[in-house]
């Protein structure tokens, strides 16, 4: 029987799998990526550097879905604000896997690289090196958290007769839907106003 023109396992599929599960369940495990694809756990092993390695495709697949192409956008302001919008929707169409992906180390060589690209762009634009990190992680926790909000459920209050809440039941129906994302835009003109004083005035 000669060798399949396609190979059964390589890190795509591996990566592809992974990710199917992380958006199921939030999660994966070697031996459920095995049992999906139709080989032995260790088959797996072959393709990757241990679960560790697999977290590492996964960072980069769903960062893959970031346009590079925002951090060329000037004046720098203009570039950090589409930039966090192509990174929002890069993990809002992958919710389950933000807890994952932020409670380990980032060692991709590509996301790495996509990194250093932000780094160099408040750098340029004049931020002190002991600025930048501070502003990056300030506009992740704020993307990722406006990422995971965009899943939630429409009704996230509900409201009951037992207890009244009048005044939060008036500001429930004015806001309307697209919630997420008008707060998402009060966040980021904040997050940018801040910055912006950051720049001219020191932190």
Do not use: C
């Not at 207890?163 to 919630?179: D, K």
């Amino acid at each position: 029987m000669g060798r399949p023109r396609t190979p059964l396992l390589d890190r795509e599929r591996i990566t592809t799998t992974a990710l199917e599960l992380v958006d199921e369940q939030g999660d994966f495990s070697v031996p459920q990526i095995a049992k999906r694809l139709g080989t032995q756990t260790g088959s797996v092993y072959h393709h990757v550097d241990g679960r560790d390695g697999i977290v590492e495709l996964l960072r980069e697949r769903v960062t893959s879905a970031i346009d590079p192409g925002t951090l060329d956008v000037t004046p720098w302001d203009a570039a950090l604000e589409a930039w966090a919008r192509s990174y929002r929707a890069a993990f809002a169409a992958h919710p389950k896997a933000i807890p994952l992906l932020m409670t380990s180390p980032v060692r991709a060589p590509r996301v790495l690289e996509h990194y250093e690209r932000a780094v160099t762009l408040l750098l340029d634009a004049g931020f002190t090196p002991a600025e930048v990190m501070p502003v990056l992680i300030a506009l992740e926790n704020l993307i990722l958290g406006s990422a995971l909000d965009l899943s939630a459920p429409e009704t996230m209050w509900e409201l009951t007769e037992e207890t009244p809440t009048p005044r939060l039941a008036q500001a429930l129906a004015a806001v309307g839907e697209h919630r997420a994302d008008q707060a998402f835009e009060v966040g980021l003109a904040g997050f940018l106003d801040h910055v912006r004083h950051i720049l001219a005035n020191g932190a």
